[in-house]
């Protein structure tokens, strides 16, 4: 039996037919992917949560005669762009990489933060004339809030 050779009625008669059966498949398949979903959501959170509550903090301290060519700042982005790569379970809020430089008592300090997974490579000089401390005490680290309008944060 050919396409053309059936009536409409037969076709729409069958097509309701299918669609009664497969309705509570649909539904379950439908809130199944709704359940994972809430449950991936939940899980990335919590990543994320745990990532940002575990990380490390180096300090880079130059010389006097420190001046940095066109190309050492050039690897020294690209090598903290690995750190999200090393950082690899790690969801893209929680690698994240922060640069923090504060003055105190005259002398300008540089304080590179990120995730715990990628330690090695926060430690590793990205310039030839810096050395690159790592800080074991991280109670100091602290998260950044910025206010809204009006000073809410």
Do not use: N
Request: proline share 7%; net charge neutral; with cysteine.
């Amino acid at each position: 039996m050919s396409l053309p050779d059936l009536p409409v009625d037969e076709l729409l008669a069958q097509l309701q037919a299918f669609l009664s059966a497969s309705v509570p498949c649909l539904i379950a398949l439908g809130v199944l992917g709704a359940a994972f979903w809430v449950w991936w959501t939940i899980r990335r959170a919590a990543l994320v949560r745990e990532a940002l509550a575990d990380r490390v903090q180096v300090e880079a301290i130059p010389t006097a005669t420190f001046d940095p060519a066109e190309g050492e700042v050039g690897r020294w982005a690209r090598q903290l762009g690995r750190v999200h790569y090393a950082a690899d379970s790690v969801p893209a809020r929680g690698s994240a990489v922060r640069l923090r430089y504060t003055a105190l008592d005259g002398k300008m300090r540089c304080f590179i933060e990120g995730p715990a997974a990628a330690a090695a490579i926060l430690a590793m000089p990205g310039f030839a004339e810096v050395e690159v401390r790592t800080h074991h005490g991280q109670s100091e680290i602290c998260p950044v809030r910025f206010t809204g309008p009006g000073g809410t944060p």
